[in-house]
C-alpha cells in the first residue's frame, strides 16, 4: 500500500527531475514512457485494493511530512509571489500574499498534536487516481512526437523540452496527491502545486500572447486559492479539525461552516473555470496541444470538480448545495451557447469542456446518489473522450496547419485515419450508448425534481447537439480511390488508438463500473439495480448491455453496406446547373466555371462570444453571490 | 420476453402506419386544395420504386448514415413499444438525427450543406421541449418509464395541457410541416432544392424516407399517450392532432430559422415551464 502510494506521487516527481537534469532526447522519451507504464499499473494496483486510510511516517527520519508539507507550501507561495513580481501583476501579488499570511495564521491557531491521517482513498479517490495516472500518461506520451514536431516547427535553436515535461510529470504527482489527500491541508498544498504547474505549461512558449493567457491563469487561480484558505480557516473555526474525513463526517453545522464549504466551492470553481472564471482555460489553448488536452481530461479542472464533490455530503440538503447546482447548470447552458459561435477546434473543446464540468458541478448540487453517480461517470467518460478530441485536434492541427473546423472540412481525403478516430471520439461524447451521453442522462433524470436544474440541462443538451454534429459531419468527405493513408509516428498512433477504443470499451463495461466502484459509494442504498446490462432505477432505466448489441449489430450492418459502396456509381453532386471537372465548381455564365462554397452557420447573432459573454458573467456572479448568500 | 416480442411487433407494424398516414396526409392536403390526390398507398409505391433504382452516391459516408439513420429510428421505435425508458428513446431517436445531418454534411454541396445547418436548428429547437415534455410525465407518474403512464386512471392530458401543445411545436418540426419544413422543403426548386435529402438518391432516399415514417409513428406515440386510459379517446385525439397539423401545413408559409427559433424556444418552452410549475406546486 504505502510503496504503490510512494509511487503515485513521488514517482512522477522523481521522473520530472530526471527529464529536467537529464537533457537527452532518449532519456526523457524513455523516462515519460516507462513513468507512464509504472503509473498505469499501479492506479490500477491501487483501485484493486479498495479503501484505505495512511500516515506517513516522517521524512527520511528528519521531520515528520506534515512539516514538509508546510514548508514546501510557503516556499510555493515565495515563488508565486515572486513570479506576480517580475509580471508586474498587483492581483497575484495581493491574492498570493493574502494566502501567505492567512494560511500563517492557520497554521498558528492549529492544534499540531491532534493525529490525522494524511492520506485517504474511497472510490472516488481512486477512480480520479485512475484516470490521472492513465489519461494523463497517455497524453504525456502523446507529447513525446508531438514537442518534437512542435520545437521544428517553431525553429527552436535550445529545446526548452526539458523544462515542458518537468512541469507536464509534475502534474500527474501533485493530482495524485490532491485527490488521496486527508488533511485538507495536503490538499490545498497540491492545489496550489497544480495553480503553479499550469501557469508554467500555458507560458512555454513565452510569445507575448502565452505570457498574458498564463498571468490571467495565475491570479485567476490565486484567487481561488485564497478562496481555498479562507474556506480552510473557517471550517478548522468551526469544527477544529483539518481532516476531511471528520469534515465530512460532521455534515452541514452552522453558518460558518457551510460558509467555508461556500468558500472551498469558489475555489473548486476558478479551478474548474466555471463562469466567469472560464476565460483563463480559454486562454490556455495558446499551449501546445498535450497541455490543452492535459488541463481539459485528466488534470487542473478535474482537481476542481473533485475539490465539490468530494465535500458533497457536507453541505447535503442545505441551500448553498442548491446554489451550486444553479451554478453548474447555468455554465452548462452558457458554455454550450458559446461553443456553437465558435469555429476554431480548440475553443470549441474548451467550452465543451467548460459546459460539462457545470454539468458535473450542477450533480454535485443536486446530491442524490443518483446525480453523485451521474458526476462520476461524466468524469470518467469525459476525461477518456476529450483527451482524445485534443489529441486528435493537435495530430489535425501537426498536418494542416489549422486547427479551425472550416479547414477540416472533407479531412476524411487527406487523414482517413485521424478523422474516423475523431469522428468515433465525437460521437462517444454525443451518442448513446456511450457513456457521456448515459451521464446526461442520469443527470436528466436526477435533476427532474428540481425545476429550473432541470430546463437549463434539457437547453444545453440541445445546444451541444449543434456543434458536435456539424463538426462530426464535415470531417466526412470524398477519398480518392486508392490514396495512401496518412503515416503517423508510433507514439502518435498508440494513444490515440488506446483511448478510442478506451471511450468505447469503458462505455460497454459502464454497468461493470458501476457496481464495482460507484455503487459501494452509497451503503445506504445505490441508485440502480443492474441486471443483464441494464442499469434500473424505480424512475427509470438505460439498457446498456441490449442497446450495445442491437446498434451494434446496426452498425457492423450499415458499415458492410457501405463497405459494398463501390458497386454504386459514384456522382458529383447536384449543383442547380451542369458540374464541371473541377469538383467545388459549377457550369456558370459564358462557360466559365463558378466555384462555390459553403459553410457553417455559427449563428453568431444569437450566440456569438460578444454576444454572450458579458450577459453571462454577470449572471454567473449574480448566482455566485446568491450561493454564498444561502450559506451565511 | 414480452418487451422482445413488443419491440419486434413495434419495429414491423411501424413503418406500415407510417407509411399509410403518409398517403391519407397526402389525401388530406388534396382536399383542403381541392384536388384528387393520389391513393393512399402511394407512398409505398414511391419507396419501392427508389429501392428499385440505381445506387448513386457522392461518397460512401452517406451510404452510412442513411443506414444508421433508418436503424436508429426503428431501434427507437422498438423501445417505445416495449415499453421503456422515454429519455433513453429520446436519445436513441437523436442518434438517427445526427447521423442525417452527418450525412447531408458528407456531400460537398451548398444545398444540403445549408439543409444540414438548417436540421440542427430545428433539432435545437425540438429537443429542449421533448425533454421537458418527459419530465412533466415524470412529474405525473413518478417514473420515465412508459410502463408507469399505462398505471394511471387519468388521462395525462388534464394535467399537461400546456405541454401537449408545446409537443405540437416538436411533432410539426418532427413531420417537416409548415411553418418548419425549412430544411427538407416538400416542393422542388425551390431556394433550398430538398435540404437536407438532396443528395441521398434512390435505394438511400428510400432508407431515409422509410426511417421518416418511424419517426412519425414515434412521435404520435408520443402523443398518444396523452390519453393512455381510453382507446377511443386517445384515437380521437390522435386524428385531431394530425388534422390539425395539416390545417397547419396548408395555411402556414414555411418560415425562416430565426422565426422557428424564436418562437419555439420562447413560447413552447414558456408554456412548458409554466405548466411545469403547476406539476411541482401541486
Redesign the interface.
Known amino acids: 500500500m504505502s510503496n504503490l502510494l510512494l509511487l503515485l506521487i513521488l514517482l512522477p516527481v522523481a521522473a520530472a527531475l530526471v527529464c529536467y537534469f537529464v537533457r537527452s532526447r532518449a532519456v526523457r522519451s524513455l523516462t515519460v514512457t516507462a513513468t507512464g507504464a509504472i503509473l498505469t499499473v499501479a492506479s490500477l494496483g491501487l483501485l484493486a485494493q479498495g479503501e484505505f486510510t495512511y500516515s506517513p511516517g516522517s521524512f527520511l527520519g528528519i521531520m515528520s511530512w506534515d512539516v514538509l508539507i508546510t514548508v514546501l507550501d510557503f516556499a510555493l507561495l515565495v515563488i508565486m509571489f515572486f513570479y506576480g513580481l517580475k509580471l508586474k501583476n498587483l492581483l497575484i501579488q495581493i491574492f498570493v500574499a493574502a494566502q501567505f499570511v492567512l494560511l500563517l495564521w492557520l497554521e498558528a491557531t492549529i492544534d499540531h498534536g491532534m493525529e490525522i491521517p494524511a492520506l485517504y482513498g474511497d472510490n472516488l479517490s481512486l477512480i480520479m487516481v485512475a484516470i490521472i495516472s492513465i489519461v494523463g500518461s497517455l497524453i504525456c506520451i502523446f507529447a513525446i512526437p508531438y514537442m518534437k514536431e512542435h520545437e521544428e516547427h517553431l525553429h527552436l535553436t535550445k529545446s526548452k523540452q526539458p523544462r515542458f515535461f518537468f512541469f507536464l510529470v509534475l502534474f500527474l504527482g501533485a493530482m495524485n496527491g490532491l485527490v488521496l489527500a486527508n488533511n485538507i491541508l495536503w490538499l490545498y498544498f497540491f492545489f496550489e502545486v497544480t495553480t503553479f504547474c499550469s501557469f508554467m505549461l500555458i507560458g512555454h512558449d513565452e510569445t507575448e500572447i502565452a505570457t498574458r493567457n498564463a498571468t490571467r491563469a495565475l491570479w485567476m487561480n490565486s484567487l481561488g486559492g485564497l478562496a481555498f484558505v479562507i474556506g480552510m480557516i473557517l471550517m478548522e473555526a468551526k469544527l477544529g479539525t483539518v481532516s476531511i474525513q471528520a469534515i465530512l463526517a460532521a455534515g452541514p453545522q452552522g453558518a460558518i461552516m457551510l460558509t467555508g464549504l461556500g468558500f472551498i466551492c469558489l475555489a473548486g470553481f476558478t479551478k474548474a473555470a466555471q463562469m466567469p472564471f472560464q476565460s483563463w482555460l480559454l486562454g490556455a489553448m495558446v499551449a501546445p496541444t498535450p497541455v490543452s488536452a492535459l488541463l481539459h481530461s485528466s488534470t487542473m479542472v478535474k482537481a476542481g470538480v473533485y475539490v465539490i464533490l468530494r465535500f458533497a455530503p457536507a453541505y447535503a440538503g442545505t441551500f448553498l448545495s442548491y446554489g451550486i447546482a444553479l451554478c453548474g447548470a447555468f455554465t452548462f447552458v452558457a458554455c454550450a451557447a458559446l461553443a456553437i459561435g465558435q469555429s476554431n477546434g480548440k475553443k470549441i473543446l474548451a467550452y465543451s469542456t467548460i459546459s460539462n464540468l457545470g454539468l458535473i458541478i450542477a450533480c454535485a448540487g443536486i446530491n442524490t446518489p443518483l446525480a453523485i453517480t451521474a458526476a462520476i461517470m461524466l468524469i470518467i467518460f469525459h476525461a477518456v473522450s476529450k483527451s482524445l478530441l485534443f489529441l486528435c485536434v493537435g495530430t489535425i492541427e501537426h498536418g494542416i496547419g489549422s486547427r479551425d473546423v472550416e479547414d477540416m472540412r472533407g479531412l476524411y481525403a487527406r487523414m482517413p485515419r485521424t478523422t474516423v478516430i475523431t469522428i468515433v471520439g465525437i460521437l462517444t461524447m454525443l451518442l448513446p450508448p456511450f457513456g457521456v451521453l448515459m451521464s446526461k442522462w442520469m443527470a436528466i433524470e436526477a435533476a427532474s425534481q428540481f425545476l429550473i436544474p432541470v430546463v437549463l440541462m434539457a437547453m444545453g443538451s440541445a445546444l451541444t447537439v449543434v456543434y458536435w454534429a456539424r463538426w462530426g459531419g464535415l470531417l466526412m468527405g470524398t477519398r480518392e480511390r486508392g490514396a495512401q493513408p496518412e503515416s503517423q509516428a508510433t507514439l502518435t498512433r498508440l494513444p490515440l488508438t488506446i483511448l478510442v477504443i478506451g471511450s468505447v470499451v469503458l462505455a460497454l463495461i459502464a454497468p461493470v463500473i458501476y457496481s464495482g466502484l460507484i455503487a459501494p459509494l452509497f451503503p445506504e442504498g445505490a441508485p440502480f439495480q443492474v441486471s443483464l446490462g441494464v442499469l434500473s432505477s424505480t424512475q427509470g432505466g438505460f439498457a446498456v448491455y441490449p442497446l450495445f448489441l442491437v446498434l451494434g449489430v446496426g452498425l457492423l450492418f450499415a458499415l458492410k453496406a457501405t463497405s459494398g459502396w463501390r458497386k454504386a456509381k459514384e456522382v458529383a453532386p447536384y449543383v442547380s446547373g451542369s458540374n464541371v471537372e473541377t469538383p467545388g465548381s459549377y457550369n456558370g455564365p459564358m462557360d466559365q466555371p463558378v466555384s462555390f462554397s459553403a459553410g457553417n452557420m455559427y449563428l453568431g447573432e444569437l450566440f456569438g462570444e460578444n454576444k454572450i459573454t458579458a450577459a453571462a458573467n454577470a449572471v454567473a456572479i449574480a448566482l455566485i453571490v446568491l450561493m454564498m448568500g444561502g450559506a451565511l | 420476453m414480452k418487451a422482445i416480442i413488443l419491440a419486434i411487433l413495434g419495429i414491423i407494424i411501424a413503418p406500415v402506419l407510417g407509411g399509410l398516414i403518409a398517403g391519407l396526409d397526402r389525401r388530406l392536403t388534396a382536399w383542403f386544395q381541392s384536388r384528387q390526390g393520389p391513393p393512399i398507398l402511394q407512398p409505398f409505391y414511391d419507396v419501392a420504386k427508389l429501392f428499385g433504382k440505381?445506387?448513386?452516391?457522392?461518397?460512401?459516408?452517406q451510404?452510412?448514415c442513411a443506414?444508421?439513420y433508418m436503424?436508429?429510428a426503428a431501434?427507437s421505435v422498438?423501445l417505445f413499444f416495449a415499453q421503456?425508458?422515454?429519455?433513453?428513446i429520446f436519445?436513441?431517436q437523436?442518434?438517427g438525427?445526427?447521423f442525417l445531418?452527418?450525412?447531408?454534411?458528407?456531400?460537398?454541396?451548398?444545398?444540403?450543406?445549408?439543409g444540414?445547418?438548417r436540421e440542427?436548428?430545428q433539432?435545437?429547437a425540438y429537443?429542449?421541449i421533448l425533454?421537458?415534455v418527459f419530465?412533466g410525465i415524470?412529474?405525473t407518474t413518478?417514473?420515465?418509464?412508459l410502463e408507469a403512464v399505462w398505471a394511471l386512471d387519468s388521462p395525462m392530458l388534464a394535467k399537461l395541457p400546456l405541454l401537449y401543445i408545446a409537443l405540437g411545436y416538436a411533432l410539426t418540426i418532427k413531420l417537416r410541416k409548415s411553418p418548419f419544413d425549412f430544411s427538407t422543403s416538400h416542393h422542388g426548386h425551390q431556394e433550398l432544392?430538398k435540404g437536407v435529402l438532396?443528395?441521398f438518391s434512390g435505394p438511400y432516399l428510400g432508407l431515409v424516407e422509410l426511417a421518416h415514417w418511424y419517426e412519425t409513428i414515434l412521435v404520435l406515440g408520443l402523443c398518444a399517450i396523452f390519453w393512455s386510459t381510453n382507446v377511443v379517446w386517445m384515437a380521437v385525439l390522435l386524428v385531431a392532432t394530425y388534422f390539425l397539423e395539416v390545417l397547419v401545413d396548408n395555411t402556414m408559409a414555411r418560415m425562416t430559422w430565426r422565426w422557428m427559433?424564436k418562437r419555439v424556444w420562447l413560447i413552447g418552452?414558456g408554456m412548458?415551464?409554466v405548466n411545469?410549475?403547476w406539476l411541482?406546486a401541486g
Open positions: 440505381e445506387k448513386m452516391v457522392v461518397n460512401q459516408w451510404v452510412l443506414w444508421v436503424i436508429a431501434v422498438g421503456s425508458d422515454l429519455l433513453l436519445f436513441v437523436a442518434i438525427a445526427v445531418v452527418m450525412g447531408a454534411l458528407a456531400a460537398k454541396s451548398p444545398y444540403s450543406q445549408v444540414a445547418q440542427l436548428i433539432i435545437l429537443e429542449p425533454i421537458l419530465v415524470f412529474l413518478g417514473s420515465f418509464k432544392v438532396t443528395e427559433l418552452m412548458s415551464v411545469l410549475i411541482y
